[in-house]
Structures are given as C-alpha cells and as structure tokens.
C-alpha cells in the first residue's frame, strides 16, 4: 500500500524478511487506540468531516474485537489496520485516516504506550513480590542462620535478613520502573516522519486522550531516538539479576547439604531417570533467562549507537527484545512470588548451624573492645581460638580453660574472663546484643519490617493514583468513540 514510487511488489523471500506483522501482535490495540485518537484530532481541527470520523471509528471499533492474521502482505500492523479501514470504509474516507503522521511517530506511539502499561503491571507485580517477603520475613525474626561472605560462613543472621535484603533490593527496582515511567510517558504523535507537518493538528490534544503528560516536542527526538526504551529494558536487565541472585540463594539452601528450604513441588521438577530427584528447574530458568534479557538489552543498545539522527529501518528489530523483556520479567515476578509464598523453610537446621562452628567469633571479639582492648588486639585472640578449636574439631564453647589460656597472655586478657565471655555468648544473644542501623538484630529486623511496610503502602498509593489517570484518560477516549460512531 505504501509503494505508490515503486513499480513493482517486494517478492514473497523479501516480505517475509523485512516484515515485523507477527512481532506486532503486543502493539495491535495500541495501535487502534491512537488511530482512533488521531481521527478524532483531525475531526476536532476541521481536517475530517463528522461522517468521514464516524466511518473511521466505527470501523477501528469492529477491527479491535477481531483476530488479525499474520499471513498478509502488509510490512507491519500500521499498514495492516490502515488497509482493513480503506478496504471497508472505502478510500475516500479510509484514505485520510493516516492525514498528518507517519508509519515513523506512530511506531514510536504504540511503543510507549506498550511500555507504559508493561511497567504499571511489572511495579504491582514486584509490591506483591515485596509484600510476600515481608510477610515471610515476619514470621523469621528470630530465625538465626549464616551470613555467607566468599560463600563461607561469615556472622550469625537470621533469615527475615536475607528476604529484606530481597526486599530493598525490589524496592530500588521499583523506583526504577516508577522513575522511568515519566520519561516514557510522553507522546510522539504528530511528529510525523521527521519534521512535523504543515496541516493544522493538535499534538497536545491526542496527547491528553491517551494518557500522557506531554509530548515529545522535538520531530527528530520523538521519530528516531529510543533511549527510553534501552532505559526500560535496562531496567529490566537489573530486576532480573536481582531475581537471578535470590534464585541462586534458594538454589544452594535447597540441596540435601543445606536443606535450609524446601521448595513446593509445584515448582519443582523430577529427573526422567533418578527417582529420587527434586530439581530446582524453575530457578535455574530463572538464571538462564536472566542471560537472555541482558542479551536482548546489549541488542538494543548495539542497533542504536550505529543510527544517524532520524528513523531507520533497524529501529524495528529492536521491538522482539522489548516485548520478549516485559513477558519474561512478569512471569519471573509471579513464579517467584508464588514460590517465597509457599516455601518450606527449615528453622532447626538453620539455628543449628547458626550456632555451630565459629560465628560468634566477632561477638566474642567484640565484646573485647567493650573491655578496652584494641579492636586488632582482640582479633588476634579470638583469631587464636579458634585455630585451637579448629586443630581439635570443636566449637569455641566447647574450648576448656586449659585451650582458652592457650590463646591470651595475662598481659593482654585475663584467661578466666575470657572463658566466661566465649560461654556467655551464642546465636540468641548475638542476634539480641546486634543494634546498628540495618543490622541482623531482632530488634533491628522488626524495625525494618514495620518500615518497609509503610514503604508498599506509599508506592501502591501512587502506582493507583497513576494507573488511574491513564486509565481515567482512556475512559474518556473510549466514551469520545462510543459517542462520536453513532
């Protein structure tokens, strides 16, 4: 349809190789929408009549509640629906539909009108994420495990610890999404291919009919520049990783060697040989579909930084990333919440391991500072303790005197006082003795909790009051077709 210079017909090889008609399936609706808010511009700046605006939306309206097919000749969904509505409406009304815009800044429209309801749906999916993890941190604030650092034992924490940690982490990625919203949230329509239009439109009016809060002003910037949208699947790339470490944590703590967790068996598979086998496929998935987003990311950013300022032709090879990013970071968030909110989480096995081994060393050593010594001082003995305990394969409650006195010179600590400190000290009153800011205390885990409650409240306040305006806007769209097909 757009070959009017062209003599000939792009050969079947040829279509199918410049064709994007089955990867535009997610901007079909958007698509109609902003045609139909386009139609209802050119009606309101006299460039329609009402009856030529009524055919327009009447047929936009019948198109919208079909299936479209793949298999068409069309380049795109642009041409598509554009040839659907002169086929039926007739090319003397149907042909004006696309008066004063370009396959160019409607592309760039659907796009950000897609995004723009993929991060509204992707920021409720990671306050329910969150608000699962709360609540499973509020049931574990007293729950002592290790900390790992270099993935060896490290302090005594709990485990309501780790799933803040998840926590914060969604949080910032929610900030990101929410933050980036703005940025996408601003329409290119009217633009035209590149340098607007001579026609007397109103860029501001569709604007406003869908949703957005302002246009993109500069031509050049709305057509050819997608930096929100690398900024979006970035974005995506970090949620991702974020959901990549926590899979990787529930990995480790459900083998036979940790048994810290156990994962349901809806999100567990068999192996088709070992009976005995429960393999934590989902969250291996979960990694490996973690590669391929940040994959898709470094796709987009390779595709922009050869383009010269103004549309081409490569910029349509970057929508399967975008589309493939939103659809795997959703399900993530929904799998993964599903699978925190029925995790089996083994608290005898934690504790016992929380209080084995070494991991008050630094409580104990720390308690020396309390009793004047230089910090280094009292690493030095403890750091002797426990080489003692380690040559004789026991904790260090379980040293005698005899071993205790072995790691101190009465120049630097009295050996009983010692003794009594390493027995006074265990997993419950490190836990109850940590008070800094952030820190795996019980006290400092309630806190936590009760702040980052406060924290969904607030971002679940303003994720509704902006999906309402959008959907507000909409609505109002909606009721301006209804009225203006009759």
Partial sequence: MYRSRLEKNLDKHTLDYVSSISDDEEITIYDIIGSQAHSIMLYENKILSKNELKKILSTLEKIKKEKLTSKSSAEDIHELIETLVIQRAGIAVGGKMHTARSRNDQVALDLRMKIRDDINTICNCILDMVETLVTLAEKHTATAMPLYTHLQQAQIGTFSHFLISYVDALLRDFKRFFDTFDRVNHSPL??????????????????????F???????????????????????????MTNLSRMAEDLVIWSTSEFSFVELSDQFSSPSSVMPQKKNPDILELTRGKTARVIGNLVAILSNLKGLASGYGRDLQEIKPSVFLSSRTAISALIVLNSMF?????????MNQIADSGYLVALDIAETLVKEGLPFRTAHKIVGKLVQIAHENKISLSELDATEVAKSVSDKEF??????????????????????????SGISEQKRQIIKRKSMISQYDKKLKNRNTLINSAIDNLFKKVRLLSR
């Fill in 414 to 439: 009295d050996a009983k006082k010692l003794g009594e400190i390493i027995s006074s000290i265990n997993a419950l009153s490190s836990l109850q003795n940590r008070s800094s800011l952030g820190s």
């Fill in 341 to 349: 909110a029925t995790l089996k989480v083994n608290k005898q096995k």
């Fill in 213 to 239: 809060s302002g246009v993109v002003e500069n031509s050049i910037d709305a057509t050819s520049n997608r930096d929100v949208v690398a900024e979006y699947v970035a974005a995506i790339a970090i949620l």
């Fill in 190 to 211: 009217g633009a035209g291919p590149i340098g607007g239009t001579s026609l007397p439109i109103n860029r501001n009016s569709t604007a406003k009919m869908l949703g």
